[in-house]
Nanobody
Framework: QVQLVESGGGLVRPGGSLRLSCAAS?????VGWFRQAPGNEREGISC?????????????YYADSVKGRFTISRDNAENTVYLQMNNLKPEDTGVYYC?????????????????????WGQGTQVTVSS
């Protein structure tokens, strides 16, 4: 089992920034951020996969809607994955969930939910509004 705890959500004006955190109870090979806007299905925003030594494997995945604005990263010492969100837009509003899989999973395969995360956090609300 991997327990995930998200934090960092809140209310921000358009153009502002937030950094979400996902603290994991133990190492997971694939971790991603997913967003569910009101009335929509949950969609993959960004995913990252790691080697056994904790180093990122290949390139991270970003949904087209967030490319150039969001950055996913990991603090190995803290076993925490971050999502830095810049230039936020009203359409970024939603509940952001952290998801993870214990085994190696290609980032696109997990973020497009062909193989969805096995473990989920409780979610954190992000609201972008003036």
């Amino acid at each position: 089992q991997v327990q995930l705890v998200e934090s960092g959500g809140g209310l921000v004006r358009p153009g502002g920034s937030l950094r979400l955190s996902c603290a994991a109870s133990r190492f997971a090979r694939a971790v991603g951020w997913f967003r569910q806007a009101p009335g929509n299905e949950r969609e993959g925003i960004s995913c990252i996969t790691f080697l056994d030594n904790g180093m990122p494997y290949g390139s991270s995945y970003y949904a087209d809607s967030v490319k150039g604005r969001f950055t996913i990263s990991r603090d190995n010492a803290e076993n925490t994955v971050y999502l830095q969100m810049n230039n936020l837009k009203p359409e970024d509003t939603g509940v952001y969930y952290c998801g993870a899989r214990s085994n190696f999973t290609h980032v696109k395969v997990m973020c497009t939910q062909q193989l969805p995360p096995t473990f989920w956090g409780q979610g954190t609300q992000v609201t972008v509004s003036s």
